[in-house]
């Protein structure tokens, strides 16, 4: 178990009421516990988003696209700083200002290593400058790549195994604009 594996979340009702804590691990081992998540994408003035392909490494979903960054906050912690904390951690990225915009409720199972996602997953929107430099670290990212709406929704509905299966929903919260 990696240490990120031992961290603990918070466990949810449907409603994002917190009725427990658990470990990363034990929430992701089947049948799945709901648990607080984030999801950032970040989008630049033209309306691209940044995706991340998971590190190889990765015990869920790895090798796939998903969103800028995700990750879970400590029970208690704010939202928007853990995700501000990854994004240094992930991509080598600060001082985003992130805006929550939704929340979306998931459950995926990977098939390769036997976790289960399930998560009540509070998706945030970070504006950045055009030519963003990342740094990712290659044990979270492999790759990172700028894509448009229209294209990602289209490469999404055509090969969905390519991507994290929560990144349709994630992007379905993101309101559609010059800037999203």
Known sequence: MTDRESHLVELVSPAGAVVGSTTVADAHRPPGQLHRAFSVLLVDPSGRFLLQRRAAVKTRFAGRWANSCCGHPLPGASVADAAGVRL???????????????????????????????????????????????DPDPGEVSETRWIERGPLQRSLASDPHEYAPWLAGVLAVIPEGPTG
């Open 88 to 134: 240094r951690e992930e991509l080598g990225v600060s001082g985003v200002s992130l805006s929550e915009v939704g929340v979306y409720t998931y459950r995926a199972s990977d098939p390769s290593g036997g976790y289960v996602e399930c998560e009540y997953d509070h998706v945030l929107l970070g504006q950045v400058a055009a030519d963003l430099r990342c």
